[in-house]
């Protein structure tokens, strides 16, 4: 019985970590959302889907999917709004900074 706790307990300490890793990653701009729905599978099924059922694996993979849209729909939308404006880069450098260093 103790084993089995301890067991569970150190499982959930690594679904922690791995989900506090998951959101550093996503601060990076890196797909920590899919990283967390791993590791909440993961959990569900080292421990036999006893603390996280099918139903809450199922839920967490929609609401990413839809997060992962809105996230995909925002930033085309944003790409379009820049288009509109006059370019000032010209490979990755502003305009500004080449006349500066050659004029």
Do not use: N
């Amino acid at each position: 019985m103790a084993e089995e706790i301890g067991h569970a307990l150190a499982a959930y300490i690594i679904l922690l970590l791995l989900c506090l890793g998951g959101i550093f990653i996503t601060l990076l701009g890196l797909p920590g959302l899919w990283v967390m729905v791993l590791a909440a599978l993961l959990y569900a099924w080292y421990t036999s889907f006893h603390y996280i059922g099918l139903w809450t694996i199922v839920i967490l993979i929609i609401i990413a999917a839809i997060a992962e849209l809105i996230e995909f729909l925002a930033g085309s939308r944003g790409a379009k709004k820049g288009r509109r404006q006059q370019p000032r880069r010209v490979g990755g450098t502003d305009r500004r900074v080449i006349r500066r260093v050659f004029f």
